[in-house]
C-alpha cells in the first residue's frame, strides 16, 4: 500500500468535535499546529466487513487511526487456529510500532464492522519526533501499556483454566467500565476467541455461573454480576 501526503477526508476529521489526530492517545504531547501537520499528511479509507486491513507479511510502516467501526487483531497459528489479541474501535490505533521500524507485520486486522480509518506513514511522524523528542515519552507510554495487554492474554490462556480465564476477564471489564452491570462490548463468539475456548463451552459456563448466582445473564451481551467475591475465588483457583 503506498500513502501519499494529503488533508484527510474523513467525517470524523471534519465533524467539528476534533480530528482523529486529536481523539488518540498517542498523541497528546502535540501541539495543535504540530497535531495539523501529521494530519496534513493522513489518508483516509473505508473497510468494509470482513475485509481485512493488513496480514502477515505486509510492510508495517502505516499506523491506523479507527475513526469508527470494530476492528479484531489476531494471530493464526501454524494449525490454523485463530487467537485474537485485541478487539479495537474508535478511537484506538494499530501499528505503533510503524513509528519505531518498518518490519513485517505479523497480525491480522480484519473489520468486525465496516470501520473508517486513518492512515499515516510512520517515516513522516519518526520526522517529527527528531524535532519535538518529548513526543518520544508519550509514545512509548502507549506503546508498553498495548504490550502488557497483548502479554496479559497470552500469560492468561497459558496459566488458568477456562473458568478462570472467564472470570477474570468479566471482572477486568467491570473494572474498566466501573459497574457490575454492563453490556459486552462485543458477540459471545468475538469473546470466546480471545479468551482461547470454543463459544459452545463459553456459554455453558456463563450459564452455569447464572445457575450458581454469580451473574445474571439477559439477551445476548448484557452481563451483571451478582456475586463478585464468588467470581473473584474463581478466577484465583480458589
Do not use: W
Request: aromatic letters at 6%.
Amino acid at each position: 500500500m503506498t500513502l501519499q501526503g494529503c488533508s484527510c477526508g474523513c467525517e470524523t476529521c471534519f465533524a467539528g468535535n476534533g480530528t482523529c489526530v486529536d481523539k488518540i492517545s498517542l498523541f497528546d504531547s502535540l501541539s495543535p499546529e504540530q497535531k495539523g501537520l501529521i494530519l496534513s499528511k493522513s489518508v483516509h479509507r473505508t473497510f468494509e466487513k470482513g475485509e481485512l486491513i493488513f496480514s502477515p507479511g505486509d510492510p508495517g510502516d502505516i499506523l491506523y487511526i479507527i475513526n469508527s467501526g470494530e476492528v479484531k487483531i489476531y494471530k493464526l497459528s501454524a494449525q490454523g487456529r485463530q487467537q485474537t489479541l485485541h478487539i479495537l474501535g474508535p478511537k484506538d490505533f494499530i501499528g505503533e510500532h510503524a513509528l519505531f521500524n518498518a518490519q513485517p507485520l505479523q497480525n491480522t486486522a480484519e473489520a468486525l464492522r465496516k470501520a473508517n480509518i486513518c492512515m499515516i506513514k510512520g517515516k513522516d511522524i519518526r520526522d517529527l519526533l527528531l524535532v519535538y523528542p518529548d513526543m518520544g515519552i508519550k509514545i512509548l507510554e502507549q506503546y508498553a501499556k498495548k504490550n502488557n495487554q497483548i502479554l496479559g492474554i497470552v500469560e492468561s490462556i497459558g496459566l488458568y483454566d477456562v473458568e478462570q480465564r472467564i472470570a477474570k476477564y468479566l471482572l477486568d471489564l467491570s473494572q474498566e467500565f466501573g459497574m457490575e452491570a454492563f453490556k459486552l462490548p462485543f458477540s459471545k463468539g468475538t469473546l470466546a476467541s480471545i479468551i482461547g475456548t470454543s463459544q459452545e463451552t463459553l456459554s455453558r459456563k456463563l450459564s452455569a455461573f447464572q445457575e450458581e448466582g454469580i451473574l445474571g445473564l439477559s439477551g445476548q451481551r448484557n452481563i451483571a454480576i451478582l456475586n463478585k467475591d464468588r467470581l473473584t475465588e474463581i478466577r484465583d483457583g480458589r
